[in-house]
């Protein structure tokens, strides 16, 4: 596969990553054999960049990752995030605090079972704690030599252009896909003006551009769908419509709805690294094989037209999530 720069800074990944929060929590019933088998497949094929985070689980996806990638570490970026406080094993709310970056930092490297990190993300912003004390104290871990490069994630344009004053960020990751464009007006120009590099998640909308989405009742109470606005009554009727432009070009070039809708992204800049996230390994073969997809300039704006911000029903996460979105 071939590679692309995340930022400034010399950070060099496949132009698709692999994102393993699915294999711990969310989405189905986790199963770490085959969630393994799909990381190293994911290295076969040659995809290089592997997304996790504290949050994931808690603490179970670092440490599925870091035996995942025992023995094979100098092939691979790790790219980890931080940023909550837990109690009991759940989520409760943020921590940003530069002494909890720290901890959080050799908790993270324990679990990983490696000596740095590639890339470290502040995972939602904490409004008590100034940006600059954040990054200033995540600065201080590049300079230690436990992480090489700085990301941060959800954040706006002001407290990014604070964020990267303080110290350069190689990557900002943020939802962003065919139906999820809220980068368009004001971030994507920022990240190139200063230039940091996107990553994506979510960039099938849980499964929607793929055509795999069902009502939001038709999955169990475990699954973040349930719960999503976007795959409710009339919102899911909506969306489906909307999508159909994705499974329509899909079967006009021979390739799957997923890889019209990666394709469309990797078209949209070489700075663009989304990473799809599967555990299982035919969806890894079939996200990986978008890299070789080359879409038509009439195509993308086929469906940028057809999935333009309007068409697309309800928002991204219900109101108490949304609040952790800088923007």
Not at 70 to 90: E, L, P, Q, Y
Not at 251 to 260: C, K, L, N, S
């Amino acid at each position: 596969m071939v590679t692309r720069r995340l930022g400034r800074q010399g950070l060099e990944v496949s132009a698709l990553g692999l994102g393993c929060l699915g294999m711990s929590q969310s989405y189905g019933t986790p199963d770490d054999h085959e969630s393994i088998a799909t990381i190293h497949r994911a290295l076969e094929l040659g995809v290089t960049l592997f997304d996790t985070a504290e949050a994931y689980g808690p603490f179970k996806n670092e440490d599925l990752l870091g035996r995942a990638l025992a023995g094979r570490r100098s092939r691979v970026v790790i790219a980890t995030k931080f940023g909550w406080r837990f109690r009991d094993g759940r989520m409760e709310g943020l921590d940003s605090r530069p002494e909890h970056v720290k901890e959080v930092a050799e908790a993270s490297l324990r679990r990983l079972g490696t000596d740095y990190i590639d890339l470290f993300y502040q995972h939602r912003i904490d409004p008590q704690v100034p940006i600059e004390d954040t990054v200033g104290a995540m600065a201080d871990l590049v300079r230690e030599g436990k992480v090489r490069y700085l990301g941060i994630c959800e954040v706006g344009e002001a407290n990014l252009r604070r964020a990267h004053a303080t110290h350069p960020l190689s990557a900002l990751q943020s939802e962003y896909s065919l139906w999820e464009r809220n980068l368009e007006p004001r971030i994507i120009p920022v990240l190139r003006e200063l230039g940091i590099g996107l990553v994506p998640y979510c960039p099938l909308g849980r499964g929607f551009l793929a055509g795999s989405a069902k009502r939001a009742e038709d999955y169990p109470p475990t699954d973040w769908r349930a719960t999503d606005p976007r795959f409710q009554g009339e919102n899911f009727d909506a969306n489906v419509r909307a999508a159909s432009v994705v499974r329509e070009l899909a079967a006009e070039r021979g390739a799957t709805a997923a890889q019209i809708a990666l394709a469309w992204l990797l078209h949209k800049g070489d700075d663009i690294v989304p990473i799809p996230g599967t555990k299982r390994r035919p969806y890894l073969e079939e996200n990986v094989g978008a890299a070789a997809l080359t879409l038509h300039p009439s195509e993308i704006e086929r469906l940028d037209w057809a999935l333009a911000p309007a068409a697309v029903a309800g928002p991204r996460y219900i109101p108490r999530l949304m609040a952790y979105i800088d923007r």
